[in-house]
């Protein structure tokens, strides 16, 4: 049942931020409805406060949620089955409950100030 497997496919953002060095694993993760998968990054020179996850469909690249400071937060629409969360200041998760159409690719950033 190949069309029941969503694919969650995960793409590294470091070439992205300007040389900050950000680290993102695992690289793809296929995992079957009902489970939830984690995904993680890390800022291996940094401290930055304001981190987030991003989720991009067919290009179009949507925030999916933040930990800033001390706390999480979900952006609408992943009100449900999506949690960020980091339990130390460099890194940063994000957890998803996997349903049919859930595959994407998921990307991190991280910042010093917002925006
Ligand atoms: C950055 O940190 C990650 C997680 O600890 C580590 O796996 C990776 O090797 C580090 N990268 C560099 C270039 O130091």
């Known amino acids: 049942m190949d069309s029941f497997l969503p694919l969650l496919t995960l793409?590294?953002?470091?070439?992205?931020?300007?040389?900050?060095?950000?680290?993102?694993?695992?690289?793809?993760?296929?995992?079957?409805?009902?489970?939830?998968?984690?995904?993680?990054?890390?800022?291996?020179?940094?401290?930055?406060?304001?981190?987030?996850?991003?989720?991009?469909?067919?290009?179009?690249?949507?925030?999916?949620?933040?930990?800033?400071?001390?706390?999480s937060s979900n952006e609408k629409g992943f009100e449900n089955g999506f949690e960020v969360s980091s339990t130390e200041k460099k890194k940063w998760t994000l957890k998803v409950n996997v349903k049919e159409g859930i595959d994407a690719v998921y990307l991190c950033a991280a910042s010093l100030h917002s925006e």
């Open 11 to 71: 793409l590294c953002l470091k070439d992205f931020c300007d040389g900050v060095l950000i680290t993102q694993w695992p690289k793809y993760i296929a995992s079957l409805p009902g489970s939830s998968v984690e995904m993680h990054c890390y800022q291996n020179d940094t401290n930055y406060d304001y981190k987030y996850w991003y989720r991009q469909i067919k290009g179009e690249i949507v925030l999916v949620g933040s930990y800033i400071v001390t706390s």
